[in-house]
């Protein structure tokens, strides 16, 4: 079975700080996705990466930045995390040109900023 | 761009009954998938069941099926025999065909309860 991983399942920081949320998955998927989940609005695209080094940015990428220096390890990066980020923060991962292309997700991560 | 739409926020139904969640979604490519993904409580996302979209006969997994009309761009998902632990969030999803890397566009999500 796919696993991914997420280093927190909630997480509590103050305006200002600088967050990392960190994602592994254990399959040797090529693509790696951070989605914001809020009520309302269902998951939005954060960034995405298709391989090492390399990153797309998403649908809402302002305020975050992220880091893929390991094909298993995608990590999502506030550099100062405000109120209006706080929100439901899933990862996922998927084969290279997968035809059958299913997106395996994390448990996610409660952040609150206040 | 490509936008998915689910016009019931909300959901209920009994145990054992069948409830239909829908989904609509604009674009003008004409190769695609279609998904939905179920979010119960423990927040862990699962693929419910996908449809390729040059496929006229609907997907089907077990008590889940589709209702996929490509005209009316529209991907309803049926639950038959409904039990307590498909309450969930459930999400439509849409992905443009063999690209590499192509992101999935979801919709607002229908939260389903069922009721004993």
């Known amino acids: 079975d796919v696993k991914v991983t997420q280093s927190s399942r909630y997480l509590v920081k103050r305006t200002g700080e600088k967050v990392f949320l960190e994602c592994v998955q254990d399959?040797?998927?090529?693509?790696m996705f951070w989605y914001r989940q809020d009520p309302g609005l269902g998951l939005r695209l954060i960034y995405f990466s298709y391989d090492v080094k390399m990153k797309e940015k998403g649908d809402i990428p302002e305020g975050y930045s992220v880091s893929r220096e390991k094909k298993e390890r995608f990590s999502l990066i506030l550099e100062s995390a405000s109120t209006n980020q706080t929100s439901m923060y899933l990862c996922a991962s998927s084969l290279w040109a997968s035809g059958r292309y299913e997106q395996y997700f994390g448990p996610g991560t409660r952040l609150t900023v206040t | 761009a490509q936008t998915v739409t689910q016009s019931q926020p909300e959901m209920s139904v009994q145990e054992a009954e069948t409830v239909t969640l829908s989904c609509t979604y604009d674009t003008s490519e004409s190769d695609y998938y279609l998904f939905w993904y179920k979010q119960p409580p423990s927040r862990q996302m699962i693929l419910v069941i996908r449809q390729e979209a040059y496929k006229q006969q609907n997907a089907t997994e077990n008590r889940f099926s589709v209702n996929f009309q490509k005209a009316a761009k529209s991907f309803s998902l049926k639950i038959s025999d409904s039990q307590l632990g498909d309450a969930a969030m459930y999400f439509c999803?849409?992905?443009?065909?063999?690209?590499?890397?192509?992101?999935?566009?979801f919709g607002e999500g229908t939260q389903l309860t069922v009721n004993p």
């Open positions: 399959m040797d998927h090529e693509n």
């Open positions: 999803a849409y992905r443009r065909g063999e690209t590499s890397g192509s992101r999935l566009t």
